[in-house]
């Protein structure tokens, strides 16, 4: 017995310490927002149906069930398919026929429910109901506008030419404009507009949107009727959307508003012209007349020309370089017609 303590005793104070120091090395790392770098994991795919395809780094893969979905990638879902996501932080999104989006950043704290959650809608039709995280954690970008939350269900559907249609289901949310002021969506129920040059439109019911050019209520809101497994129950029903009619509300301010900022892909579209050079802007050359008197004959008018100055040296020796402008994501505005010749921005009858 004596010998046993003596062993013990004498073991040096920093190898008895290695486990102690191990275990608080381990908190410390789980107590650090998942602060995810591109590539990493920070969900899973919940539910697939036909082709789905995540492209990161211009390397594609197809997503099942159960897969890993990692941060930047590029969600594109074929035509006659649908997608279901579940981030880290309990989000939850919806993908429709022919949508693409993009998993631009993730930050989490899961002791503090806080961080940076950004998610691109490039076009398509989506569902996206919030998780865990506080609410100012979110930001959810489209073409023409951002989209801030405050605990939240809602739909999302992006026409070709960019414009946006946004359908409240619980909660409320903040959008905005590239060019309007910040609105607020709180009655379940309600749309808000926002056209492809970044015009975010006052509240409305389905009833008074008014262009018939948009497409079927089905094709913008295919949740509606089909609920996705994220969901587990419909949220509004669809003849309580289209026989909606709510009193106007005051226009309420926002507590949390986001500037709009273009949104992200990982490949090149068919209709994505790639990079394309600004054309230098031309040198004016001031040209000034001098006249030399001395008293020998009269000599004839030297012109002397001036170079102008840059930021290079004195005299403008320095190289002038090109603007060079790259188009990303879904860009703001664009098009704004259709094949047809008609506008967008409004809705036709349900189908």
């Known amino acids: ?57 211009r390397e594609q893969r197809t997503l099942a069930a159960g897969d890993d979905v990692r941060q930047d990638e590029v969600i594109q879902v074929n035509a006659d398919a649908q997608g279901e996501l579940k981030l880290d932080d309990d989000t939850k999104l919806a993908l429709g026929p022919g949508s693409r989006l993009v998993l631009d950043k993730f930050v989490y704290d899961s002791d503090k429910k806080a961080g940076s959650i950004v998610v691109d809608l490039a076009k398509g039709a989506f569902r996206f109901v919030t998780g865990i995280a506080a609410k100012s954690t979110y930001i959810i970008k489209t073409p023409n506008a951002s989209i801030t939350v405050r605990g939240t269900v809602f739909d999302v559907f992006v026409f ?51 262009d018939t050019e948009g497409p079927a209520f089905d094709t913008a809101f295919p949740f509606i009727d089909k609920p996705p497994q994220i969901v587990s129950a419909p949220v509004l029903t669809r003849a309580a959307i289209l026989s909606s009619a709510l009193p106007e509300a005051p226009d309420q301010a926002c507590i949390n508003s986001k500037p709009p900022a273009k949104i992200r892909k990982a490949a090149r579209d068919d209709d994505d012209a790639g990079p394309t050079l600004k054309k230098p802007k031309a040198q004016k050359v001031k040209v000034k007349t001098v006249r030399v008197r001395d008293d020998g004959p009269a000599k004839k008018p030297t012109r002397v020309a001036k170079r102008p100055r840059n930021s290079d040296d004195d005299w403008g020796n320095g190289v002038r370089g090109l603007d060079i402008v790259i188009g990303i994501g879904g860009g703001f505005g664009g098009g704004g017609r259709r094949p047809s010749g008609g506008r967008y921005p409004g809705r036709s009858g349900p189908n």
């Open 1 to 57: 017995m004596t010998t046993l303590q003596t062993d013990v005793l004498t073991v040096p104070r920093s190898v008895r310490m290695q486990p102690l120091l191990g275990a608080m090395f381990a908190a410390l790392l789980l107590s650090q927002p998942a602060n995810a770098a591109p590539g990493d994991r920070i969900g899973d795919a919940v539910a697939i149906v036909n082709k789905v395809v995540a492209d990161y780094d």
């Open 160 to 210: 070709p030419d960019k414009t946006v249609w946004l359908l409240l289901h619980e909660g409320a949310v903040e959008v905005t404009g590239r060019k309007s002021a910040c609105r607020v969506l709180d009655q379940p129920g309600r749309l808000i507009a926002i056209s492809n040059g970044g015009r975010v439109g006052r509240p409305v019911d389905w009833s008074k949107l008014t």
